[in-house]
């Protein structure tokens, strides 16, 4: 008699960053850099001033204005702030756009994740009664679309939870890979073939440093009219706790999550998203001092671990690192044990990213640190590998 296959315990993400000292966490994705001296200031006064009660669900009249003015030039897409139903949405931060996104869309049907792919895709989904189904991507994180086309397919013509929407994380989340015109093509192709939605996760788009640029995929023929694009502020502007993010597409597609929003949160942060209104597009080099900083961390952080035996992907992007661990050990999940027992250093094993056995002797690093944090993070590796 066949045993069953026991299930493995994930690695909890939340669980390894209480386990490191600062000085060594690598673990959570968000920035632990300094908050914009402005933007700290703009609070400040609009809080004392008490613009702190309810506003609109759809977001401040001025952090719409601003974030479409950012679309326009950013991403090339001109969404209109007064069109009704609204195109642009203020979230609590892109998390709350995905809730509203599986309340409104989702429920007793599934989503498609590429893997590795994002914890709380899946989990934001199931929580909402819906299901995510996984596609694996090769190795070397590429897929044939003949073969996205059939998994599809199949999902959508089943029974119970049917197949309704893709969601493209580019750069991603673990991996930080760019997804090429080709495979936003591809993945294109596919949504409109089989009449499909495609939740677009673009957190990532200024830490674009490799030689695919970051292409939305709205901006595709054919895609704005079954496009939801998802973005945030927490990671680019250091602001993870105040939950600020955003949401755009068709307004028939926004109104749904507009309504779930409405329900569940009432409003973001009111005399926050005020304040970010007065900087966002202040500063023409903002994004690109942002990525080229970020760069910088990139190369530095992966030549010094490429020297302690690890194998980088090659992403195109820079708030994360996905990396191979030494060829000597075979799991990243006792390595990264190791690690914080022996250097008080930690990262998240790439088996926290997926259903199959294929990333276990990979991890996600990131590197949203102090240069301070990073170069003590080093020499706490190289003690500990050396």
Not at 195 to 211: A, C, F, K, N, R
Request: aromatic share 8%.
């Amino acid at each position: 008699m066949m045993e069953a296959k026991v299930k493995k315990v994930k690695p909890d993400i939340r669980a390894i960053t209480r386990l490191v000292p600062p000085s060594g966490n690598l673990v959570q994705g968000q920035s632990e850099l300094p908050i914009d001296p402005q933007l700290a200031a703009e609070a400040a006064r609009i809080i004392a001033a008490s613009q702190n009660h309810y506003g609109a669900s759809e977001g401040d009249a001025g952090l719409r204005k601003a974030v479409a003015e950012k679309i326009k030039k950013y991403n090339g897409i001109e969404v209109d702030i007064d069109a009704t139903p609204v195109e642009l949405m203020v979230t609590n931060g892109g998390t709350g756009a995905l809730i509203g996104i599986a309340q409104a869309y989702l429920r007793g049907r599934s989503a498609l994740v590429f893997e590795p792919y994002y914890p709380y895709h899946r989990r934001i989904m199931e929580e909402f009664g819906s299901k995510t189904e996984a596609f694996e991507l090769d190795e070397d994180l590429h897929f044939e679309k003949d073969d996205l086309l059939a998994r599809c397919k199949e999902l959508k013509d089943r029974s119970e939870f049917p197949l309704k929407a893709i969601i493209v994380c580019s750069p991603a989340n673990p991996s930080g890979k760019v997804m090429t015109q080709t495979e936003l093509e591809a993945v294109a192709d596919v949504a409109q073939a089989l009449d499909l939605l495609v939740i677009s996760d673009e957190v990532y788009e200024h830490y674009v440093t490799g030689e695919n640029p970051h292409t939305p995929i709205a901006s595709l023929p054919g895609m704005w009219e079954r496009t939801i694009t998802v973005n945030s502020f927490s990671k680019s502007w250091n602001i993870s706790g105040w939950r600020l993010g955003y949401a755009y597409g068709k307004g028939e597609l926004i109104a749904p999550i507009n309504n779930a929003a409405n329900v569940i949160y009432v409003c973001p942060a009111t005399p926050l998203q005020a304040a970010l209104s007065k900087v966002l597009m202040a500063d023409e080099n903002y994004y690109s001092k942002l990525r080229d900083k970020f760069d910088a961390k990139r190369r530095n952080f992966s030549e010094a671990i490429t020297d302690l035996g690890f194998d980088i992907y090659n992403s195109g992007s820079a708030f994360y690192l996905w990396a191979k661990i030494p060829e000597q050990y075979s799991d990243a999940l006792p390595f990264n044990e190791m690690l914080m027992e022996k250097a008080g250093v930690g990262a998240v094993p790439g088996s926290a990213f997926a259903d199959s056995d294929t990333w276990d002797r990979f991890m996600r690093i990131c590197i949203a640190r102090e240069d301070s944090v990073l170069e003590g993070a080093l020499d706490k590796l190289r003690t500990a590998l050396g």
